[in-house]
């Protein structure tokens, strides 16, 4: 018979995480809030740089996903961990870095995302030495968890730690594979992938940071908190199994269904297509393993406003993981793409499947921690049905508006025109449902404050127990499969080979996705009429990069009748060889601009950023009025022209001595046309917004496309 050990839980650093994710719980959704209203109300733009709607998305999805959420993951691992292994965390020391690097690392996102500093890419917009950050706190959360699991007193491991050990494989793989770059300055770099390949590594990262952030360790989080808070065993170990293992391997592949009908080849739209709709089957399995859980518990959950945060998180996880797979079908992604039905869709499952799982958790957790009662079950179920409301008053508009998009730009006249050949007329139609939207929005955030006031009232009332006591015998390691014993339990107590299997089972769909991308050069065939970006159209690129008009605006042109008469010829892979971040972009709230160039005069962009409503009349867009008093910094240029030719754009030798004289010619030939049309300033040709009218006239210019209606 083991002798019984005495031992402490840390509960500590968990309390640090509970204390984080309830901070970030309400900046992130406020950030969300403020760029809700921005759309309905462009004057919350401020008319400063630092909180235009282009800077300020980005920073609300990564307040949301990796500060609230980010902090949610870790509060419920290290609670659950410990537990469920029996033992402590292998290192206060670790636990306490992880929690302070991290800290710091949403802090620097803060500061960096306003500023104008990001990459453009989706959930990864974060510069080159954060990146860097980021991949050391991770490695040193591993590090931790690894020991801890190595160290403990049950042989078992249980359905939540794997969930656990593959997301930490997957998420550094992810991170490591599309945050490969060369660094111009300590705020700009640029990836070693260009265009179709940059589109294709992206949303192998991206979708799978949702996979891979926003839903494994969420699963792992309901396996352990849901059974706890209903006092009921998981409804299927069978399940469990089949449900962690072909989730991990299906959705690594599912990423290509984001580039339905653009220029990525057709047969990786395809393998991208087949693996997300096969991702029904797991995803309702985990699902069915939840709801099932509660079987004989239900007059509970009419009574508990835990249960009824955990039923409907779950509920929204089936809805967004049954309405994922529908949207990756080629026919009905022809009508959701750059809509704002794939806003709804995102915010289903951020707002409900993370959101109220993650309350629920807090509401369960916290009195535990402070060994008392929760203050008010009347107030936890006031914010049950807030927050409820909210998210109905939100998505459901935004698919109304989804919809209404996709019909308007697709509908012609019995002539065979265009019927709304305007853009604006679809903005003008959808501006009811974004004020609902932005309804929705403040329920779901008076909810969340409701929440917080809770929680502090009880903390207030209890006592923190940090060194929480327990008791277990120690461990006598067995790797054998017992008689009459399910034949996976042999994993199940090897951890080193659990984290070889996962890495196996997510790299393999990886490998084949995107390797011949890389290795096959004629997968992306190049045209000769495209050549690389002048040095003054690379600077106006980088500031539309850094304004984050990527955000409104795609550059895509699929091939649809509707797309051609509306913006011209369809865009070619060959087209984005120079592209480097590619900026497709996801939605459209304005026109889609790959055929921006040569459409209107000089004056007509210039005039457009002072003024958007002037040139187009029901627009949404604000001014930038600092594009045109601020002058162009040209300090990396040279260093911008070396990198690109060092990663194969074909610069000649020494073009980055005479890039500057090369812009500067450029510039004056722009400024010139503007003072042609009566703009005055005599340092025109050194504003900023010369830089961005060069990089929007190029566009779309390096083949001959057919006349477009608008």
């Known amino acids: 018979m083991a002798q019984v050990e005495t031992f402490y839980y840390d509960n500590a650093i968990v309390r640090k995480f509970t204390y984080a994710t309830m901070l970030w719980s309400v900046v992130g959704m406020l950030v969300g809030l403020?760029?809700?209203?921005?759309?309905?109300?462009?004057?919350?733009?401020?008319?400063?740089?630092?909180?235009?709607?282009?800077?300020?998305?980005?920073?609300?999805?990564?307040?949301?996903?990796?500060?609230?959420?980010?902090?949610?993951?870790?509060?419920?691992?290290?609670?659950?961990?410990?537990?469920?292994?029996?033992?402590?965390?292998?290192?206060?020391?670790?636990?306490?870095?992880?929690?302070?690097?991290?800290?710091?690392?949403?802090?620097?996102?803060?500061?960096?995302?306003?500023?104008?500093?990001?990459?453009?890419?989706?959930?990864?917009?974060?510069?080159?030495?954060?990146?860097?950050?980021?991949?050391?706190v991770w490695v040193v959360f591993g590090i931790n968890m690894f020991g801890t699991i190595i160290k403990r007193r049950e042989n078992h491991m249980y359905v939540a730690i794997w969930f656990y050990i593959a997301t930490w494989i997957t998420v550094t793989v992810l991170h490591i594979g599309n945050n490969i770059e060369i660094p111009v300055s300590a705020t700009k770099s640029y990836g070693i992938f260009a265009g179709v390949q940059d589109a294709l590594v992206q949303w192998w990262y991206g979708h799978n940071a949702v996979a891979f952030f926003l839903t494994t360790p969420y699963l792992g989080l309901m396996y352990y908190f849901l059974p706890k808070a209903a006092n009921r065993p998981v409804y299927s170990y069978r399940l469990s199994i089949i449900h962690f293992w072909a989730l991990i391997f299906i959705y690594i592949w599912a990423g290509p269904h984001h580039l339905l009908y653009t220029s990525l080849p057709d047969w990786a739209q395809s393998l991208g297509s087949v693996f997300s709709i096969m991702l029904i089957a797991p995803s309702w399995g985990g699902m069915l393993n939840g709801l099932l859980t509660l079987r004989g518990a239900w007059d509970r959950v009419r009574q508990d406003p835990v249960l009824k945060f955990m039923v409907v998180a779950i509920t929204a996880y089936g809805m967004a993981t049954f309405e994922g797979p529908m949207l990756s079908i080629k026919s009905v992604n022809a009508i959701s793409h750059f809509t704002d039905w794939t806003i709804g869709h995102v915010h289903i499952g951020t707002l409900g499947w993370n959101g109220f799982l993650t309350f629920g958790i807090l509401y369960w957790l916290i009195p535990r921690l402070f060994n008392t009662n929760l203050y008010s079950l009347k107030l936890a179920n006031a914010h049950f049905w807030i927050g409820t409301l909210g998210i109905a008053f939100y998505a459901i508009p935004l698919y109304w508006a989804g919809w209404a998009q996709s019909l308007m730009w697709k509908e012609f006249t019995p002539d065979g025109f265009l019927k709304y050949g305007n853009f604006l007329e679809t903005v003008t139609q959808i501006m009811p449902m974004y004020y609902l939207r932005a309804l929705g929005g403040t329920l779901f955030f008076a909810g969340t404050l409701v929440m917080i006031y809770n929680l502090i009232k009880t903390i207030k009332q209890g006592a923190f127990i940090g060194d929480e006591a327990a008791e277990a015998p120690a461990?006598?390691?067995?790797?054998?499969?017992?008689?009459?014993?399910?034949?996976?339990?042999?994993?199940?107590?090897?951890?080193?080979?659990?984290?070889?299997?996962?890495?196996?089972?997510?790299?393999?769909?990886?490998?084949?996705?995107?390797?011949?991308?890389?290795?096959?050069?004629?997968?992306?065939?190049?045209?000769?009429?495209?050549?690389?970006?002048?040095?003054?159209?690379?600077?106006?690129?980088?500031?539309?990069?850094?304004?984050?008009?990527?955000?409104?605006?795609?550059?895509?042109?699929?091939?649809?009748?509707?797309?051609?008469?509306?913006?011209?010829?369809?865009?070619?892979?060959?087209?984005?060889?120079?592209?480097?971040?590619?900026?497709?972009?996801?939605?459209?709230?304005?026109?889609?601009?790959?055929?921006?160039?040569?459409?209107?005069?000089?004056?007509?962009?210039?005039?457009?950023?002072?003024?958007?409503?002037?040139?187009?009349?029901?627009?949404?867009m604000p001014p930038y009025p600092w594009m045109l008093r601020d002058e162009m910094d040209l300090g990396t240029l040279p260093r911008k022209i070396k990198v690109l030719r060092s990663l194969g754009t074909p610069y000649p030798a020494g073009f980055e001595d005479r890039a500057v004289a090369d812009l500067k010619e450029q510039a004056a030939g722009i400024a010139a046309r503007l003072r042609a049309d009566g703009i005055e300033d005599e340092k025109l040709e050194k504003r900023d917004i010369i830089a961005l009218i060069a990089y929007l006239q190029r566009l779309g210019t390096d083949i001959k496309p057919k006349a477009a209606t608008n």
């Open 475 to 620: 461990r006598v390691a067995t790797a054998d499969v017992h008689k009459g014993e399910h034949w996976h339990r042999w994993i199940e107590r090897r951890p080193m080979q659990m984290l070889i299997l996962s890495a196996i089972a997510i790299l393999i769909g990886g490998i084949i996705e995107i390797t011949p991308m890389v290795m096959i050069e004629s997968n992306v065939p190049k045209i000769a009429s495209v050549k690389p970006y002048t040095p003054l159209e690379l600077h106006g690129r980088d500031l539309y990069i850094r304004e984050g008009c990527v955000g409104c605006h795609s550059q895509m042109v699929r091939p649809f009748r509707s797309e051609t008469e509306r913006y011209g010829e369809y865009s070619k892979s060959g087209e984005y060889i120079y592209d480097r971040p590619f900026l497709w972009g996801s939605k459209r709230t304005g026109p889609d601009l790959h055929r921006e160039g040569g459409k209107y005069p000089d004056s007509w962009h210039y005039n457009h950023m002072v003024d958007p409503q002037s040139m187009s009349p029901g627009s949404i």
């Open 34 to 136: 403020i760029a809700a209203f921005q759309l309905i109300m462009p004057d919350l733009n401020l008319g400063i740089p630092y909180t235009t709607f282009g800077r300020i998305r980005p920073l609300h999805t990564n307040a949301a996903i990796f500060a609230f959420v980010g902090n949610g993951i870790f509060m419920g691992v290290y609670y659950s961990l410990q537990r469920l292994l029996k033992t402590r965390m292998f290192s206060n020391t670790l636990s306490n870095i992880h929690f302070w690097g991290w800290q710091l690392i949403i802090v620097l996102a803060a500061v960096t995302l306003p500023l104008g500093i990001t990459s453009s890419k989706e959930y990864a917009e974060l510069e080159w030495p954060i990146d860097i950050a980021i991949a050391l």
